[in-house]
């Protein structure tokens, strides 16, 4: 199956916001949208995030993309629409010790995270599709199918607006 996994652009977020599930729209989807539509097989399904900054650039890329919450980016829990800078540092620092496995308070372990991209992905009976969502998706799914240790995932980066290309075997 190829899977063209695409970030959403950059969001309308004050720069040092933890930001993971806190709905903020993006910058100028129509363009995103027009540079992603050259780069893209026509007519693919596209599947996307329920939030919104996802799901503006999805709309443009598809008449009816498919929502799905388990594209949703980690949800940060009690970290959401904190400076990164005021989430007290023993947190960061238990998280920093456990890159795959600490969940901030209320919220989701990276690993978490993974295991519904994953399920989703299991999901899917197409050849073929777009998948507009987050880095943190994107970020653990590639680290998955690629064998990665938890130590090495952040190595794994993507711009916004950007698409990633997998073939995934089934």
């Given at each position: ?35 992603l ?6 007519d ?11 799901r ?23 970290w ?14 238990a998280?920093?010790?456990d890159v ?7 919220g989701?372990s990276?690993?978490?995270?993974q ?14 599709a ?22 090495r ?9 950007s698409?990633?290309?997998?073939d995934?075997?089934r």
């Amino acid at each position: 199956m190829r899977l063209h996994l695409i970030r959403h652009p950059k969001p309308l977020i004050d720069v040092g916001i933890c930001y993971g599930r806190h709905d903020c729209p993006a910058e100028d989807t129509q363009s995103a949208a027009e540079t992603l539509l050259a780069e893209l097989p026509p007519d693919l399904p596209v599947w996307t995030s329920p939030l919104l900054r996802c799901r503006a650039l999805a709309e443009r890329l598809h008449v009816r993309p498919v929502i799905d919450d388990r594209l949703a980016e980690m949800n940060f829990g009690a970290w959401e629409g904190l400076r990164w800078d005021d989430i007290p540092r023993a947190e960061l620092d238990a998280w920093a010790a456990d890159v795959a496995g600490y969940a901030p308070p209320g919220g989701e372990s990276p690993r978490q995270l993974q295991q519904r991209a994953l399920d989703f992905v299991a999901s899917l009976d197409v050849p073929e599709a777009v998948i507009v969502t987050h880095a943190g998706v994107i970020r653990t799914l590639l680290a998955h199918w690629q064998g990665l240790p938890p130590t090495r995932w952040t190595e794994l980066g993507f711009a916004y607006a950007s698409r990633t290309q997998v073939d995934v075997s089934r």
